[in-house]
């Protein structure tokens, strides 16, 4: 069984996660990426645009993350975008009232409708609406007139700029606008280190349909997710689930929701969420903002409001999974070895240089022009001497390192390398010549 404090343990120690301000003890729900981990979040997000482009009739979009109230207003989100809260009248905590009834705090306590707290005993107070979005105003002033939010989801930028797409790129149903991009949402108990986060980056798909378009789009998003998943990201199958969500857990907008659950350590979780939002979020900007939202159908010569499929996949819950997914534990001569057995599409170091000896200034020179070749063409590529080999392998393989190429003593003579296997530990002769085929072949881009 993976332990989630060895995956964590991990990703802090190689330096993937770092919590952010720690010097300043932290601020709960906030992680920094190091330098690996944001080459394996650049690889997801280039991934997932490759995935989605590769689709037809897909757009690009980047909106701020300061967002006007007017759009919040109308999406709804300054009406139901809550947790109810109860907070204790003794010592003032606060609890999800949900959580709260669900016992995950400790026992419920109640008497005569009176709910106690779960740490002092002192009584709850009735659940309180709390907005999950961060308030921030715009200009010198603090006032309503000022006030905007930090967005909770890129998708309101999208569906306020249906009308320039249809006008200015003339597209025609159905079409995509896709967006990557931060949202934030201030959740009160942020957990599982990355996976419930404050400040976290989506990959957003808002797809329009005509309402009368009889394909099965939900299903269609999820098939191609869920190859993506498998087929590029390298997940293994039996790992996630489609999970349906039941009708009162729906969000405000959604007619129907179909989620992908990843089984984390710690449970089975959500990494994506695939949405029919209905005409629910244009119809509404529709009436707040007077502006005439509806597409013309040249076909039908009917005006209608799009209906909307929305696909959005969570970069750090997908970055956890993942690592999670390529985690594993072996034996190599009798020592223990930790390896993140991940795809080398998604690994954020692809090859790792290293001259057999650290004392041989040959086969140093040697290694660095090896390396300097190789790095014209793969940016994700380490150079290393510290240690023995052995050791410079363990590392490599902790942070999923595909290939390990060694410079020796032979090398020097007839030019080749040899490049050891992380999974199979395989070690191949390469001649200089063949290295890039080599690395083409083994390191697939699509
Ligand atoms: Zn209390």
């Known amino acids: 069984m993976k332990k989630i404090e060895d995956i964590i343990n991990l990703m802090i120690r190689r330096g993937f996660v770092f919590q952010s301000y720690e010097i300043y003890s932290g601020l709960k729900g906030f992680y920094d990426f190091g330098h690996l981990g944001v080459l394996l979040k650049n690889n997801i997000k280039n991934l997932w645009l490759k995935f989605i482009l590769k689709e037809d009739n897909i757009f690009l979009l980047e909106t701020p993350i300061i967002t006007k109230s007017e759009v919040f207003k109308a999406s709804g989100h300054l009406e139901n975008f809550y947790d109810l809260l109860v907070e204790c009248k003794s010592c003032h905590n606060r609890f999800r009232y949900d959580v709260y009834l669900k016992g995950d705090y400790g026992k419920v306590k109640k008497n005569n409708e009176k709910f106690f707290c779960p740490l002092c005993n002192g009584e709850l107070t009735e659940p309180k609406k709390f907005n999950l979005m961060f308030k921030t105003y715009v200009g010198p002033t603090e006032e309503s007139s000022t006030q905007a939010f930090l967005r909770p989801e890129t998708a309101q930028g999208i569906f306020v700029n249906f009308d320039n797409y249809t006008k200015i790129y003339r597209t025609k149903l159905p079409f995509g606008i896709a967006q990557i991009g931060k949202a934030f949402r201030n959740e009160i108990t942020p957990k599982n280190f990355i996976f419930r986060i404050k400040e976290f980056e ?245």
């Open 202 to 446: 989506q990959m957003e798909l808002e797809y329009f349909i005509d309402p009368n378009d009889k394909i099965d789009w939900l299903s269609y998003w999820l098939d191609k997710s869920m190859n993506w998943y498998i087929n590029i990201l390298g997940f293994k199958k039996d790992n996630l689930i489609i999970y349906e969500q039941p009708q009162k857990e729906l969000a405000h907008y959604s007619k129907k929701t179909l989620d992908v659950y990843y089984k984390f350590p710690f449970g089975e979780d959500e990494i994506q969420g695939i949405a029919n939002r209905g005409d629910y979020d244009l119809n509404s900007h529709l009436k707040f903002s007077g502006k005439d939202l509806r597409y013309f159908n040249d076909k039908t010569k009917q005006k209608v409001i799009p209906y909307v499929i929305e696909p959005s996949w969570g970069v750090e819950r997908i970055l956890l999974a993942l690592i999670c997914d390529a985690y594993d534990e072996d034996e190599i001569n009798n020592e223990k070895r930790i390896v993140l057995r991940l795809s080398p599409n998604v690994a954020p170091i692809k090859i790792a240089v290293f001259p057999l000896l650290s004392n041989k200034e040959g086969l140093i020179n040697k290694a660095k022009e090896v390396f300097d070749h190789l790095k014209e063409y793969y940016l994700e590529i380490i150079y290393d001497e510290n240690g023995s080999i052995g050791k410079r392998y363990r590392r490599q393989d902790e942070i999923g390192t595909p290939f390990c190429l060694t410079i020796d003593f032979q090398s020097l003579e007839d030019n080749t390398f040899t490049i050891r296997n992380r999974d199979t530990l395989q070690q191949e002769r390469v001649h200089f010549n063949e290295l890039l085929n080599y690395f083409k072949e083994k390191i697939k881009k699509f």
